[in-house]
């Protein structure tokens, strides 16, 4: 089954070239079955960008999946219009009194900030209350990732002293686990981060399990059992020139930028890069859908009551 996305969303005809199926709203209705309700929350600055990697991801399901596009109800972004965010995404106020098979939040470049200081901190911490009783299953990314075992597990962010950039090996620590179902045993994931979150700081009796880390790189995968969430602290989700995009952009900055490791072939910027996480990236976002479908209520309604 395809995606349910707006039409005009650029991500539609991008996705549409690529061979994946979208569903128009007319079509959707047509179909005599529940699609799955997925919430994105999405927090980057390039919001485009975030939209296309992602929506590519769910709509590889064999399941309808309809796409619901969220923002902080008060923040104004920077990098992206007022057409297309008053056009595509909706206020989490105004979403806040429905239920969501999974909800996804992105992360975002404030992740130097402490916490409190993130001008919708507030907000996002009733965000992730929210989930617990209106989402049956949650997916947070980097920052966001950070900022929600924080909030309900307590576990600080550390500043590293420089960016942990690059594409570094990881090791798959349960293979058993549903959501590593076809995990290769060692796997590489992009990484871009000023910060980290540690596994000596993940405590006991949380119902917290590591699925997937890097002896170079540190923590990545972490399965939030109590909370229903899974929490991603790097991209799998980035395309193929997601970090050469980002290596040029920071070259431009005061701080400027090193080039990102294990990633142009040879060390050379001028070679393209190849992506050797894409499968991945399918196969864990389609386990998620996947454990997502087999344990929601059939009935919207009951997400969050049990």
Known sequence: MPIKIPDDLPASRVLEQEGVMVMSEADAVRQDIRPLRIGLLNLMPNKINTETQLARLIGATPLQVELTLVRISNHVPRNTSADHMATFYRPWEDVRTERFDGFIITGAPVERMPFEEVTYWDELRQVFDWTQTHVHRGFNICWAAQAAVYHF????????????????????????????????????????????????????GHGLEVLLDSPDAGLCLLRDGERRALQMFNHLEYDTTTLADEYRRDLETPEGSRLPRHYFPGDDPDLPPVNIWRSHAHLLFGNWINEMYQTTPFEVGDIGRS
């Open 153 to 204: 597990h307590g576990m600080p962010k550390y500043e590293l002293p420089e960016k942990r950039f690059g594409l570094y090996r990881h090791r798959n620590l349960a293979p058993t686990s549903p959501f590593m179902r076809g995990f290769s045993d060692d796997i590489a994931v992009p990484v871009s981060r000023w910060t980290e979150v540690r596994r000596a700081d993940v405590p006991e």
